[in-house]
């Protein structure tokens, strides 16, 4: 297992933009994914990486979200532009070592590892 803390969430008006962070350990072993809580609202798989760099994203955020990761400092990015208000809500950060299946990529059946989170706001 991995200990997984993102932080880089706040308030922001519709149109700007926040960089999320997640670090911990070990990065270059696990296939990683962000995402999404809201009220009332299932968590949502927004963005994933696998151990190559290869990434999918939901088709919400495809072209305002951008995934990155960086091995050697074991710490993954999500770089939101263009936010609307619907982005708001908890964004959490998955791991797991598992080679997953596309079907599950952006599931979070897929992930055994998870951080706690950290609030964006867009209105």
């Known amino acids: 297992h991995v200990q997984l803390v993102e932080s880089g969430g706040g308030s922001v008006e519709a149109g700007e933009s926040l960089r999320l962070s997640c670090v911990g350990s070990d990065f270059s072993r696990y296939y990683m994914a962000w995402f999404r809580e809201a009220p009332g609202k299932g968590r949502e798989g927004v963005a994933f990486?696998?151990?190559?760099?290869?990434?999918n994203y939901a088709w919400s955020v495809k072209g305002r979200f951008i995934i990155t990761k960086d091995n050697a400092k074991n710490t993954i990015t999500l770089q939101m532009n263009n936010l609307k208000p619907e982005d708001s809500g908890v964004y959490l950060c998955?791991?797991?070592?598992?080679?997953?299946?596309?079907?599950?990529?952006?599931?979070?059946?897929?992930?055994?590892?998870w951080g706690e989170g950290t609030q964006v706001t867009v209105s």
């Open positions: 990486i696998d151990r190559g760099g290869a990434t």
């Open positions: 998955a791991a797991d070592r598992r080679l997953l299946p596309p079907r599950l990529r952006l599931s979070e059946l897929g992930y055994k590892d």
